[in-house]
């Protein structure tokens, strides 16, 4: 399972007419307009380094408001639908989805966009976020889709305790949603509070699988940053200790060898990077104005199931895991190529069973892989002095 392909035409062309239906359905005064990029400018701001500046219910404000739904739900809608068609979401007739921190609905729009196959499905939504004027906000854009899914609001918020707080969030669902959510959470704990992002992560496994039916799946998307990357593991071994299913990125259900930990100078987190050549131009423009183009698109995910499959527990990658014969292994390609030592070699960092590998080779040979593949390499038992990783040699496809 290769993740984010180039859109297919029938998405990028229902991605590129976004914007115009978001402008349709929501009409900004042309005395507005002008001012449009500085508004995204400042709202990109509260929702980065200045968070501690931003005030309950700030997307409920006009100007944030119309600015989140021009150029922050188009951009996280693209990022999805790059993502959305190669996982493994099985869903029938009347499933029920429970979308926590749903903002505009933009996992709906997404999954409506992006896996048109489902569209002829009875689907049933339960789409909880905080911000009542947001939630309407997404369920009329929803509605200008013309879809045929089930689509009900609620108001509430996911608590650091691991609690929902909401008055009735129905019953359990077949998938469960978290997109964008959880860095509001962790943002401000300390990087040097490994504890406390760790409870963390093991109450709100506990919320999302308590939430999932007993063969429901658990989707979480965050910014592809060190502290995601270092949550999303966390949250990958609670999901494993209560016994669920691991279905992707990971090929395996050993320890993760990307945990966002310090190591040495550098931090290595699991994330996925890929060119945004195929987004909307009409986006790309209204990036430029902001002053925060977007060349490439980074996100960290973690997608589970609540399956008898998922009875496997942690084990260390160094056991004897490692003591087998070398040869071909399956891994996820994570990085980028980049040039590898004097050797005019290139390589890209892979994860596997056997914990992280480097795979080298020629400069054809690594940029024939990318970001997010899944492919075979021939794994052999010497390390890399810089990373430890263990060394793979890169075969054509």
């Not at 993502?83 to 749903?102: K, M, R, T, V």
């Not at 608590?159 to 008055?167: E, I, Q, Y």
Request: a positive charge; charged letters at 20%.
């Amino acid at each position: 399972m290769d993740l984010f392909r180039p859109l297919e035409s029938g998405i990028r062309q229902n991605i590129e007419a976004l914007p115009f239906l978001v402008d349709k359905t929501f009409p900004l005064p042309r005395r507005f307009r002008a001012g449009l990029p500085r508004d995204i400018a400042e709202l990109s701001r509260l929702l980065t380094q200045d968070r501690g500046e931003r005030r309950e219910g700030y997307l409920g404000m006009p100007n944030y408001l119309s600015a989140y739904l021009r150029y922050f739900l188009p951009w996280n809608v693209y990022r999805l639908s790059r993502l959305l068609p190669q996982l493994p979401i099985e869903l029938n007739d009347a499933s029920e989805i429970c979308d926590l921190g749903s903002g505009p609905l933009t996992f709906a729009i997404a999954l409506w966009i992006s896996r048109p196959q489902l569209r002829k499905l009875n689907l049933k939504f339960r789409c909880i976020d905080q911000t009542g004027a947001v939630l309407e906000a997404g369920k009329r854009l929803f509605a200008a889709l013309n879809p045929s899914w089930e689509i009900k609001t609620i108001r509430g918020e996911i608590r650091r305790n691991g609690t929902l707080s909401v008055h009735s969030p129905g019953k359990t669902a077949g998938l469960v949603t978290a997109v964008n959510v959880f860095n509001e959470l962790f943002w401000n704990l300390s990087p040097a509070d490994t504890g406390g992002i760790k409870v963390l992560a093991e109450k709100q496994a506990r919320l999302l699988s308590s939430l999932a039916d007993a063969s429901g799946a658990i989707l979480i998307v965050e910014p592809g940053i060190p502290r995601s990357g270092e949550f999303i593991s966390l949250l990958r071994a609670a999901f494993l200790e209560a016994g669920l299913s691991l279905l992707a990125p990971c090929t395996h259900s050993l320890a993760c060898c990307l945990p966002g930990l310090k190591a040495g100078k550098k931090s290595r987190w699991c994330h996925f990077a890929f060119d945004t050549q195929d987004a909307p131009l009409e986006l790309h423009k209204l990036s430029e104005a902001a002053g925060i183009p977007k060349e490439r698109a980074v996100l960290s995910f973690l997608m589970a199931a609540k399956t008898e499959a998922g009875q496997a527990k942690l084990a260390s990658p160094n056991a004897k895991v490692l003591e087998q014969p070398r040869g071909l292994i399956k891994a996820r390609v994570i990085s980028d190529a980049f040039p590898v030592g004097n050797d005019r070699l290139w390589g890209h960092y892979c994860c596997c069973e056997k914990g992280l590998i480097l795979a080298t080779g020629q400069k054809p040979e690594a940029f024939a892989f990318a970001s997010g593949n899944l492919a075979e390499f021939t794994v052999g038992k010497e390390k890399d002095k810089v990373s430890g990783a263990l060394l793979a040699q890169i075969s054509h496809r």
